[in-house]
C-alpha cells in the first residue's frame, strides 16, 4: 500500500531537516565542552580572554553562508545547496574535534558556521516549496524540533563526557567529533529527495514540476486535479514574474510589498536572538555558576532542559495549522519575556548563595524554573516560527535571495548577543537579564501590531497577501486564523483563482463541510 502523500511529503522534510540536527547539536555541544579543563589546556593562555571565549561561540560563521546560498538554491537547486552546506560544515566540524590551538577551533567554529547558515536557510525554504498549504507549518517547524533533537542529544554526551571523562581529551573531543555524524548521511542521499518543483517550473521545466509534484502530492498521478491545479498556480505566479523581469536584489528593497516583507522577516529573526535564548544556550555555565551550581549540575540542568525544549517543538509541530502563526509568536514572547524577569529578581536577590545557605530552598528551584518556562515557551512558539514564517512569505522567484537577508538577522544578531553576554554578565552581573526581560515585550507588541496570519495560504498568493493586508493588523480580517484546509479544498475542486487571495478567514469550524472530499484524495 503507498504511503498518503502527505505522509511522503512530511518524510521528505524530515530528512531534509536532518542539518538542524547539526545546528542543533552544535549549538548545545560548545557550551558544554567549553568548561573542560583539558580543552582549556589545548587553547592556551589566550582562553583567558572573555572577547575571545566569546569569539569562540559566536564565529558560528553562518552569515557568511546566507549570501552565497542564494545564488546556490536558485542556479543548482535546493538538494544541491543543501548537499554541499553539509560537506563544508563536515571540514569544520573535523577541524574542531582535531583543534590543536585556539586558530584551529576558530577555523573549525567558521566553517562549520558556515555549512549550518547555508542547510539551515535552505531546510525550510525546500519544505516550504513541497508542502500542502494545510500542513505547511507543520513542515517548516521541523527544523526547530529537529534542532531541538541534536541539543538534546548534545547535551546529554556533554554531560556523559563532563561526568565519565573528566580531565581527558576525550571529554570535548568525543563531543565535538560526534557533531559530524548527521551530516553523513545527507550529504550522501539528499539527492533521492524530490526536487522543488517551484525551483524546476522557475527554471522552465515544467513536465519535470508536474512529475515532481505528482510524486509529491498524488501517488505519481500527473493528471490528479490537486496535481493540475497547483501547476496553473505555479504558471500563472512564474508568468507574472516573467513581465517584472529577473529577480534582482534591489528589488527586495525598492518594491513595496518586498521590502514590507523582508523588514518582517528580517525583524523577527533578529528579535529571536534578542529573547535571550543564545545567551543561555552559549552561557549557561555562566549563568548557573552566579547562582552556586556545580559545571556538572549545570549540564545535567541542560540536559533536563533539552527534554523539555523536545516537548515544546513536538506541540508547535502538531498544533501549529490550527492554532496560526501570529498568536504563538506573541504568547511566547511575553512568556520569555516574564520569564527573565524572574530570572532578575533571583539572581539580584541571592547571588551565589543558591547551595550557600537556606536560602536554597526558595531561591534554586524557582532560578530553574524560569529557565525551564523560557525554553518551553521558546521552542513551542518563538523557534520554530522564526523559520517557517519567513520562509513562506516570498514568491518563488525572490525566495532565496530574501530568506538570505532575513536569516543573516538572526546570525549578526547570534554573534552580538554571543560576543557580549561574557563581558556582560562579568560587570553588569543580574542587569543583563533586563535587556530580555524588556526585548520578550517589545517582541510581542511589535508581532501583534504588523504581523498578518498566513496559516493555510497558498505560497502563490503571498504577493497578493501584502499587497493588501493594511500596515496595521489589529482589528482585520489578517489577524484571524481561518479555515487552514481551505486552500487546499480550493485547489483539489478547482474552484481557486491563480493570485487571489484565498477565503479563509472563515471560522475552522467550517471546515467540515469539505473534510470528506479532503480525505478521500489524500
Known sequence: MPLSPKVYTWLCGLFASLGSIIFGYDLGVIAGVTPATDFQRIMGSRWGNANLQGLVVSIFG????????????????????IQLGAAVYILGGALQTGARNMDMMLAGRFFAGFGV???????????????????????????????????FVASWVTYGCSAGLSGHAAEWRIPLGIQIVPALPLISFILLLPESPRW???????????????RLHANGNIEDPFVLAQMQDIKADISKAKDIGEASWSELF????????????????????????????????????????????????????????????AACVIWIDSTGRRMPMIVGNVASGL????????????????????????????????????????????????WAYPA???????????????????????????????????????????????????????????????????????????????LLIPGSAYAKVGDHRAAERELRQGTFRPGDLTENTAPLADEEEGKGSTEKAE
Open 62 to 81: 553562518a552569515f557568511f553562508g546566507m549570501f552565497p546560498v542564494a545564488y546556490a538554491a536558485d542556479y543548482f537547486g535546493r538538494r544541491v545547496t
Open 117 to 151: 547558515g547555508i542547510m539551515s536557510d535552505l531546510a525550510p525554504l525546500y519544505q516550504a516549496e513541497i508542502a500542502h498549504p494545510s500542513i505547511r507549518g507543520r513542515l517548516t517547524t521541523l527544523q526547530q524540533f529537529m534542532l531541538g533533537i541534536g541539543a
Open 200 to 214: 524546476l517550473a522557475e527554471k522552465g521545466r515544467m513536465d519535470d514540476a508536474q512529475r515532481t509534484l505528482a
Open 254 to 313: 525598492t518594491v513595496p510589498s518586498n521590502f514590507r516583507r523582508l523588514s518582517l522577516g528580517y525583524i523577527l529573526q533578529f528579535s529571536v536572538q534578542m529573547t535571550g535564548v543564545s545567551a543561555i544556550q552559549y552561557f549557561s555555565t555562566t549563568i548557573f555558576k552566579t547562582m552556586g551550581f556545580t559545571a556538572t549540575r549545570i549540564l545535567l540542568f541542560q540536559s533536563i532542559n533539552s527534554i523539555i525544549a523536545l516537548i515544546g517543538e
Open 339 to 386: 520569564s527573565f524577569v524572574v530570572g532578575s529578581i533571583l539572581m539580584a536577590r541571592y547571588p551565589g548563595e543558591v547551595h550557600n545557605s537556606c536560602i536554597k530552598a526558595t531561591a534554586d528551584h524557582p532560578a530553574i524554573l524560569s529557565t525551564w518556562v523560557f525554553n518551553f515557551f521558546f521552542s513551542a512558539c518563538i523557534g520554530p516560527l522564526s
Open 392 to 470: 513562506e512569505i516570498y514568491s518563488t522567484r525572490t525566495r532565496a535571495k530574501a530568506t538570505a537577508i532575513t536569516s543573516s538577522g538572526s546570525w549578526i544578531s547570534n554573534f552580538f548577543i554571543a560576543q557580549v553576554t561574557s563581558p556582560a554578565f562579568l560587570h553588569i552581573g543580574w542587569k543583563y537579564y533586563l535587556v530580555f526581560a524588556i526585548c520578550g515585550h517589545t517582541n510581542a507588541l511589535f508581532i501583534w501590531a504588523f504581523y498578518p496570519e498566513t496559516t493555510g495560504r497558498r505560497l502563490e498568493e503571498m504577493d497578493a497577501l501584502f499587497e493588501n493586508a493594511p
